[in-house]
């Protein structure tokens, strides 16, 4: 990152946005936060987890939809954007939903990049995810594979991420895209695994599971992820697109096991079958993200997941 003076970061009061507001300020940068507060899930959520951030005097915090702001001024004077905003959720993306994925992923990424194209002196860091391989027959999932999207979701995170990729190849704006791999840790969304499966176990309340465990994920760590994007930010080569990959691949089955072991308590499980949009398996090939960006995921999921339940307890979250 240079020196300009200050990093944006959009979604800065979500999950993994907030890690990297937070990041950010302990290394002494100023920052500007940029989220509407979607109702997706509690805003009072996504308020605390900017809390700490909002004591910073270094920290500008702008509660404003992508699609309506004057990014020109959010982002003038800035060296890097960390482009974190997104509706998610594989699940939610079907039937009268998918207008709002249209809007916060398509529409507002391209309303950044045309008030990006007009400074080469700002790098974009673009959150892709491992939604746009699909249900691949082939693994790891490598960043030249075909991508197949498999729900909505998906496709909107693809076209977004080629989007920034035009923007690059036709008016130089400085951009990079990481794939991400099921992020967890602490302040994770409510909608996500591993959020559902502590709160269930800690509450003792049944749990439904879709499909029937086989299914395999490549989880990753949020401090890793929050290290790729510093390592893709300060990286000036050729590529443009980076799996990032938690090297800790398990049946959910296992990822069950880990859970019980880290709250301590037994889960009652209920099978249903799969929900339409999931994949079977992911599995991140990391050699591109090795050789360019010299990162590897320090955090095992065991270690991480003990990190996630103690959050869980000190918010007091059930």
Known sequence: MGDRGKAVVTGAAGFIGSS???RLLA??????GIDSLTDYYDPGRKRRNIA????SGRFTFVEEDLVKADLSRLIDGCDTIFHQAAQAGVRASWGDEFSIYLHCNLDATQRLLEAVKVD?????????????YGAVSELPMRETSLPRPF????VTKLAAEQLVDLYRLNYGVRASALRYFTVYGPRQ???MAFNIFIRAALAGEKLTIYGDGSQTRDFTFIED?????FRAAAYDGDEYVFNAGGGSRVTLKRALELVEEAVGLPLE???QPASRGDVPDTLAATDRIESELGFKPEIGLAAGLAREVAWFREEELV
């Open 20 to 22: 990297i507001v937070d």
């Open 189 to 191: 969304r409510p909608d």
């Open 52 to 55: 700490a951030a909002l004591t």
């Open 225 to 229: 992820i929050v290290e790729a994007n």
């Open 120 to 132: 080469q002196g700002i790098k974009l860091v673009y959150a892709s995810s491992s939604s746009i």
């Open 269 to 271: 499980l209920d099978y």
């Open 27 to 32: 290394e002494g940068r100023d920052v500007v």
């Open 151 to 154: 729900s909505p979701y998906g």
